[in-house]
């Protein structure tokens, strides 16, 4: 059974909203890499200028590699750094991963919701990228949990998946 849980989804507040639920409900420790990353550089836009995008980027692979040796925690991370030079292949490792899938309209609407901005950003809301993306974590993720956004109990059916993958023997043993 590996040590800890990595939650990724295409909506990243709702993800890591769930994370921080769910990790509260299983007793583990919750870590965003991309905050603990620019927690650790204080001063993310000065970095970037100073050395550069690509120093930022393998700062977040050090901290992938660092965090995914962890025991009993719960990880989040961007969409960019977990694809980012295979961050995903290190938290696979130790982590079982866990997609929390949507359908578009859901994304679409949620997203335009909680950053009325974002429109212009043609990407995230271009439903070819979309189910793009989807499809690759689909297949990479070990655990797929397809929500709705306003559905209740949704920290219960993600711990009935996990259950599900692992076989009740197996959970009630690590818990």
Not at 13 to 42: C, G, P, Q, R, T
Not at 93 to 108: A, D, E, H, T, V
């Amino acid at each position: 059974m590996k040590k800890n849980l990595t939650i990724v989804g295409l909506n990243p507040e709702f993800k890591k909203s769930i994370a921080k639920k769910l990790a509260d409900e299983l007793e583990m420790y919750y870590i965003d890499i991309n905050d603990f990353v620019k927690y650790d550089v204080i001063d993310f836009n000065n970095i970037i200028r100073t050395v550069g995008l690509e120093y930022y980027k393998n700062l977040e692979t050090k901290a992938v590699s660092v965090v995914s040796s962890y025991e009993n925690s719960l990880i989040t991370l961007n969409l960019s750094t977990f694809f980012e030079n295979n961050n995903y292949k290190l938290l696979k490792q130790n982590s079982s991963l866990i997609y929390i899938k949507i359908n578009f309209p859901n994304f679409k609407n949620e997203l335009l919701k909680e950053r009325p901005n974002c429109a212009k950003y043609e990407s995230l809301l271009d439903e070819k990228v979309f189910k793009q993306r989807d499809g690759i974590l689909s297949k990479i993720c070990d655990i797929v949990v397809e929500i709705k956004f306003e559905e209740k109990n949704l920290i219960e059916k993600i711990i009935k998946s996990i259950k599900k993958y692992y076989g009740d023997i197996l959970w009630n043993l690590a818990i």
